[in-house]
């Protein structure tokens, strides 16, 4: 009987043995793997080491634009089941220095929407002229039932102008400017009104063109006379 109850306690002590005369190098853990089973991939460890892969690869880009909500509004579409309702929103994107976007998205939350017009006014941008921070010269536009005029003003005037109007002027980089708006008072149409006004802006670069010198008091008097028989001809053809 005592020799039969020292067997198990004998197969209990020569696995214990034999993990301790064995190598470092040929030890097991549980789940099977060598000792390099625990420095992951490759046997590499995690220190020192690049990011992973799609992680960041260096400082962020800062962005030089700035946003402004122009309008939020909830809209609801009618289905099979009922009504499907939804966020809408028109987001103005600019860097006050002559560039500017308008952007509508549609979400089922008011930052999905957000992001989705800002998307899309970044993809918009339209390049409004600047002259001694006013515009070049007045403009006026119809998109719709919305009407807008805009006319330049002299420095320190500021920016008279209202609503969304207002809004886009400012983040576009214009300081010193008269506008009206003349038609709807709906705001994605004044909004989009503004935008296709500013498209219309000219610019100032190109030189102004030569004037037509009048004659000179010096010249005699026939080929004077010769210039009015001429004319004179000229004005009897047309008529």
Same mark, same amino acid.
């Given at each position: 009987?005592?020799?039969?109850?020292?067997?198990?306690?004998?197969?209990?002590?020569?696995? &214990?043995?034999?993990?301790?005369?064995?190598?470092?190098?040929?030890?097991?853990?549980?789940?099977?793997?060598? /000792?390099?089973?625990?420095?992951?991939?490759?046997?590499?460890?995690?220190? !020192?080491?690049?990011?992973?892969?799609? !992680?960041?690869?260096?400082?962020?880009?800062?962005?030089?634009? @700035?946003?402004?909500?122009?309008?939020?509004?909830? *809209?609801?579409?009618?289905?099979?089941?009922?009504?499907?309702?939804?966020?809408?929103?028109? *987001?103005?994107?600019?860097?006050?220095?002559?560039? =500017?976007?308008?952007? %509508?998205?549609? !979400? &089922?939350? *008011? +930052?999905?929407?957000?992001?989705?017009? *800002?998307?899309?006014?970044?993809?918009?941008?339209?390049?409004?002229?600047?002259?001694?921070? +006013?515009?070049?010269?007045?403009?006026?536009? #119809?998109?719709?039932?919305?009407?807008?005029?805009?006319?330049? &003003? /002299? $420095?320190?005037?500021?920016?008279? $102008?209202?609503? =969304?109007?207002? /809004?886009?002027?400012?983040?576009?980089?214009?300081?010193?400017? +008269? /506008? #009206? =708006?003349?038609?709807?008072?709906?705001?994605?149409?004044?909004?989009?009104? +503004?935008?296709?006004? %500013?498209?219309?802006?000219?610019?100032?670069?190109?030189?102004?063109? &030569?004037?037509? @010198?009048?004659?000179?008091?010096?010249?005699?008097?026939?080929?004077?006379? @010769?210039?009015?028989?001429?004319? !004179?001809?000229? =004005?009897?053809?047309? #008529?």
């Amino acid at each position: 009987m005592n020799e039969e109850k020292k067997q198990p306690i004998d197969s209990q002590k020569e696995p &214990a043995a034999a993990a301790v005369k064995a190598p470092e190098g040929e030890q097991k853990n549980e789940s099977g793997r060598g /000792s390099f089973g625990n420095r992951g991939r490759g046997g590499r460890r995690g220190k !020192g080491f690049g990011p992973r892969r799609g !992680g960041s690869h260096g400082p962020e880009k800062k962005d030089d634009y @700035e946003q402004k909500i122009l309008d939020i509004a909830r *809209v609801t579409r009618v289905m099979a089941g009922g009504k499907r309702m939804r966020f809408r929103a028109c *987001v103005a994107v600019g860097d006050r220095k002559g560039k =500017i976007g308008i952007g %509508l998205g549609k !979400g &089922a939350d *008011v +930052t999905l929407a957000v992001n989705k017009a *800002v998307n899309r006014a970044k993809k918009e941008l339209v390049d409004v002229p600047i002259f001694k921070d +006013t515009i070049p010269h007045d403009v006026y536009y #119809k998109y719709c039932a919305a009407k807008i005029m805009f006319k330049p &003003a /002299s $420095a320190g005037r500021g920016v008279k $102008a209202g609503g =969304i109007v207002r /809004s886009i002027l400012e983040l576009a980089g214009v300081k010193n400017i +008269t /506008s #009206k =708006i003349l038609g709807s008072g709906n705001k994605v149409a004044n909004a989009r009104c +503004t935008i296709e006004a %500013l498209k219309r802006l000219k610019r100032v670069d190109q030189p102004a063109a &030569a004037k037509v @010198e009048a004659p000179k008091k010096d010249q005699p008097a026939e080929a004077a006379k @010769e210039k009015q028989a001429e004319d !004179g001809k000229k =004005i009897n053809k047309k #008529k």
